[in-house]
């Protein structure tokens, strides 16, 4: 039986009913919420989740028995030459209807399915005064390329962020932990912040290695197809065996050695019967890199600053090479073997949920 800090018995706060949605942007923020969601589960509370097709294909496999919700997300377009800054700009007057017409429909969906907690992965509008809000990020700044624009968009970030009633930062605490500056700013929110430590759905396990090269693509389109593309002449050239994942959750896979999709126990499985796993440098697939104490060469999203940030703060340490062109690839791959892994990282989610239990029932 589990215990709550305060002495309370678990029970008290069973059938808790609690809305989680991921930002469908890729789908690394709904990856991370599933050790989450598993954890809630085992406190007995009833889990809603409100997602696009994508994130609800993929997290439908892991949780069958979860009622989904079809909600619309921000739909961020990318250009395929990479000029990502000035697409997102251009966005924005669309970002911002969403996060309203966000913020108006989950009235309705609270009130339909009696709503308890609200749990948003970094979508702003998601969050209701008569619920209980957490906001999950690992993105207190946000890098664009400008130190002005840096410090005006942290300060919209936080204006929203502040509107939640906890902030839950997807990193470890100490300093540079695993998103360096991205989750360790000079100011933080307003309101209770928490680290969750490292924030994966895999681990590490013994095994075999039968695969020389995985090659995991993922992403939004078109740069997850031209990614593919690149990626799959490149490999001709490789000698070993060879799976490619292609980042298409709800299409049927095709061949044992490249799968559309992986559900999280086969992913696990084929990350740690590898010898080398190149991917994007998203942070959800180095948080899962380091949760396995796998090497690998990552090869940032064209445009994308963050990604890039992270490939060159992970650049020789936990066991990462950035690999800033793919032609590269033959002797970044000489190279990565004297890479040491990374060290190991907990998570404080046992913690933050049992003071979530507690936190909303006395908001309550």
Request: overall charge positive; aromatic content about 10%; proline content about 3%.
């Amino acid at each position: 039986m589990f215990k709550l800090d305060n002495g309370n018995n678990i029970n008290n706060f069973a059938k808790k009913r609690i809305l989680i949605s991921p930002l469908d942007w890729g789908l690394g923020h709904a990856t991370r919420c599933i050790p989450i969601i598993q954890l809630l589960k085992k406190y007995n509370t009833e889990i809603f989740i409100a997602s696009e097709q994508d994130v609800k294909n993929l997290l439908q496999k892991e949780f069958p028995e979860i009622v989904f919700i079809d909600f619309k997300g921000y739909r961020i377009k990318y250009n395929k030459n990479g000029n990502f800054k000035s697409k997102i700009f251009s966005q924005i007057p669309s970002i911002l209807r969403s996060i309203k017409n966000e913020n108006y429909l989950l009235k309705s969906i609270i009130k339909k399915y009696k709503i308890d907690i609200v749990i948003s992965d970094n979508r702003y509008g998601f969050r209701n005064k008569n619920c209980y809000n957490v906001f999950i990020t690992h993105q207190l700044e946000i890098l664009t390329g400008n130190k002005f624009l840096n410090k005006i968009i942290q300060k919209i970030n936080y204006y929203f962020i502040n509107k939640f009633d906890e902030c839950w930062i997807a990193d470890v605490a100490e300093s540079p932990g695993i998103a360096g500056k991205l989750s360790h700013p000079k100011t933080f929110p307003r309101i209770s912040f928490k680290y969750t430590g490292l924030l994966s759905r895999f681990k590490k396990r013994v095994s075999d290695i039968s695969i020389n090269y995985l090659f995991i693509i993922s992403g939004p389109e078109p740069q997850r197809t031209i990614f593919e593309n690149e990626l799959k002449k490149i490999a001709a050239n490789l000698h070993g065996e060879k799976v490619f994942i292609l980042g298409k959750p709800g299409v049927i896979n095709k061949t044992s050695n490249e799968f559309n999709h992986a559900e999280a126990e086969d992913l696990n499985r084929l990350i740690n019967s590898s010898e080398i796993v190149i991917c994007r440098s998203g942070y959800s697939s180095i948080m899962d890199l380091i949760a396995c104490k796998k090497k690998a060469l990552l090869h940032p999203t064209l445009g994308q600053t963050e990604q890039e940030y992270l490939a060159e703060l992970h650049n020789g340490k936990n066991g990462f090479l950035h690999l800033h062109k793919l032609n590269d690839l033959k002797d970044k791959i000489i190279e990565l073997q004297h890479v040491p892994t990374a060290n190991s990282y907990t998570n404080n989610l046992e913690t933050l949920v049992q003071d979530l239990m507690i936190n909303a029932n006395s908001k309550q």
